[in-house]
């Protein structure tokens, strides 16, 4: 069984620019979890969505947004980056919303220059 | 509020040694989820173990255990015969049950930094 994929391994981008980071979960898995690994701040909450829709969001601005495909696959997009948004971020899957398995991927390193 | 406190930020052993990681937590909810993950460098988080706040057994899994004492709110966990491959940062993680306004999502301690030494 596949794992939980996400892609790019490492993006370098541009202050001011966008960034796309996708995760594909695990297959039957529904739910989608997004967690920024910064240096010094350590894993925060993101994102949480299922069936498509947005359930939860950290304490983070507007600027971060995301979404849920109908096959369940994710994405994360960060607006105007700045550059404390370096950072790993993981996306973690599980198979429902009541279902505490999350099983994480490997992650994105987003290094904004 | 939650929070899960890992007070030991960094740990050197030699190996063979055994090795206690510590992890407090508070909640106000009766139905939570503890976690425990290993980080190694390159940076997948690996599930370990996952206990429920009712199942206060402790539970060993070859050189890991974990001891889940709801009296003093610390699920601990120890690794016996510590090896080289045991190096990494491990996490202890808090998810509250419930859906439908609940949260969902884990609540990391800062990790702790574990260094096993040939």
């Known amino acids: ?113 | 509020a939650q929070k899960v406190t890992q007070a030991q930020t960094e740990i050197s052993v030699v190996e063979k040694e055994d090795v206690t990681l510590d992890c407090v937590y508070e909640t106000r909810d009766t139905t939570y989820y503890l976690f425990w993950y290993k980080q190694p460098p390159s940076g997948e988080l690996v599930f370990l173990i996952r206990r429920n706040s009712f199942d206060e057994q402790n539970e060993i899994s070859g050189r890991y255990s974990w001891n889940f004492q709801k009296s003093t709110s610390s699920f601990n966990f120890t690794i016996t015969a510590s090896q080289v491959v045991d190096s990494a940062v491990y996490f202890c993680a808090l998810s509250e049950a419930g859906y439908g306004g609940a949260t969902n999502k884990l609540i990391f301690g800062t990790g702790t930094l574990l260094a096993v030494q040939p």
């Open chain 1, 1 to 113: 069984e596949a794992g939980v994929t996400q892609s790019p391994t490492h993006l370098i981008k541009t202050r001011g620019q966008q960034a796309t980071l996708r995760c594909s979960p695990i297959s039957g898995h529904t739910s989608v979890y997004w967690y920024q690994q910064a240096l010094g701040l350590g894993l925060q909450f993101l994102l949480w969505y299922d069936e498509g829709e947005e359930r939860n969001r950290g304490n983070f601005p507007p600027r971060f947004s995301g979404r849920q495909f109908p096959n369940y696959s994710s994405e994360l997009n960060v607006n105007a980056l700045e550059l404390e948004d370096s950072a790993l971020y993981l996306c973690a899957s599980s198979f429902s919303p009541e279902a505490r398995g999350y099983t994480f991927g490997s992650g994105t390193r987003l290094t904004v220059v």
